[in-house]
């Protein structure tokens, strides 16, 4: 299915130019679109490797590019893994159709896997093929051009480094890069005052505070867990801790492990990261020199969850 979702994909792209010149395009995807090359030698001049992806432009059907599932023991954040050839193992699998995804979470759930769906507005394929820009990349509101710059700033990351077999520190140090780095093009690009960046830091400062409220509610659970409390107990404390939160965050979906999860792959190591950077004096060259070190090598395990120490390390050692 991932091979013909991708086939697919390509065959719906247009080359840059040809969308861009088209009168039927409108006017918000022009804009959106015409900034791609700028963002792409941006990222080249901050150490990323902006590869040749984003020359075409792909029109999908509905807000996701694909449909990422995840699931997580019901008493546990332990979580399901894949492997895969070449590229390693993964804590979430990518369904290009939200049928077959749906029909397999209700598969895992059987089997007794707390199972979260969630929809991608982008993904990359590392280098393999030339990725096109994807119309699900492209929101509304001021903000807009901020989440675009982040989308592609973020996937360039994963094309510059990817550690197979460690999601948690390929996704958290692609969000780590693409949530420094996006206020300072917007900044460059329309001003440090600009309606841009004001929409884009207000919107970022929202989801940043829904981030650490689920993550504090990870540690909560995760507690609660590890306690010798016995499970009748955790499943009824955890519905009320999951209640609550689902209320106080107006959450559209009842969160569960593996949704919990999910945030935790994205968030890990920030500080750590920050630390890395400040080593190397701010300086994104020094800063990719010195993470590229870390390799399976560096990792206890596959998909290493707590990368903090290992960043830590990393930091106290200097940068070269």
């Known amino acids: 299915q991932a091979a013909y979702g991708q086939l697919?994909?390509?065959r719906k792209a247009r080359p840059l130019g040809e969308v861009l010149a088209d009168g039927h395009t409108p006017a918000r995807v022009k804009h959106l679109l015409a900034e791609v090359e700028r963002v792409k030698a941006f990222a080249r001049r901050n150490a990323l490797v902006a590869s040749k992806s984003y020359q075409s432009f792909a029109?999908?059907?509905?807000?996701a590019v694909v449909w990422v599932l995840n699931a997580a023991e019901p008493l546990s954040f332990v979580t399901k893994k894949w492997s895969f050839p070449l590229v390693g193992s993964f804590p979430y699998l990518g369904w290009f159709e939200i049928e077959e995804a749906q029909a397999y979470q209700r598969a895992?759930?059987?089997?007794?896997?707390?199972?979260?769906?969630?929809?991608?507005?982008?993904y990359s394929t590392l280098g393999?093929?030339?990725?096109?820009?994807?119309?699900?990349?492209?929101?509304?509101?001021?903000?807009?051009?901020?989440?675009?710059?982040?989308?592609?700033?973020?996937?360039?990351?994963?094309?510059?480094?990817?550690?197979?077999?460690?999601?948690?520190?390929?996704?958290?140090?692609?969000?780590?890069?693409?949530?420094?780095?996006?206020?300072?093009?917007?900044?460059?690009?329309?001003?440090?005052?600009?309606?841009?960046?004001?929409?884009y830091l207000a919107a970022t400062a929202k989801d940043d505070r829904k981030r650490r409220r689920l993550l504090d509610v990870y540690d909560e659970l995760g507690?609660?867990?590890q306690s010798p409390s016995p499970a009748r107990q955790k499943l009824e404390r955890k519905r009320e801790v999951l209640d609550a939160v689902r209320r106080e965050l107006d959450l559209e979906v009842p969160p569960n492990?593996?949704?919990?999860?999910?945030?935790?792959?994205?968030?890990?190591?920030?500080?750590?990261?920050?630390?890395v950077l400040a080593a190397c004096g701010g300086d994104w060259t020094r800063f990719f020199r010195?993470?590229?070190?870390?390799?399976?090598?560096?990792?206890?395990?596959?998909?290493?969850?707590?990368?903090?120490?290992?960043?830590?390390?990393?930091?106290?050692?200097?940068?070269?």
């Open 108 to 122: 895992l759930e059987r089997q007794g896997w707390e199972v979260d769906v969630r929809g991608a507005r982008a």
């Open 128 to 199: 393999w093929f030339r990725d096109p820009v994807l119309s699900s990349m492209l929101t509304d509101g001021d903000e807009a051009m901020g989440e675009f710059v982040n989308v592609i700033v973020h996937e360039s990351v994963h094309t510059t480094l990817h550690v197979p077999g460690q999601a948690f520190f390929n996704e958290s140090l692609a969000s780590f890069v693409a949530e420094a780095l996006t206020p300072v093009y917007q900044a460059e690009r329309f001003g440090a005052g600009s309606r841009e960046l004001a929409a």
């Open 223 to 225: 507690a609660l867990y």
């Open 8 to 10: 697919s994909l390509l």
């Open 290 to 320: 010195a993470v590229s070190a870390l390799d399976e090598r560096a990792f206890a395990r596959d998909q290493e969850e707590d990368i903090g120490p290992i960043l830590s390390k990393l930091a106290q050692r200097g940068c070269p």
């Open 59 to 63: 029109e999908l059907d509905g807000p």
């Open 257 to 275: 492990n593996a949704y919990l999860a999910t945030f935790r792959t994205y968030g890990v190591g920030r500080a750590e990261f920050g630390r």
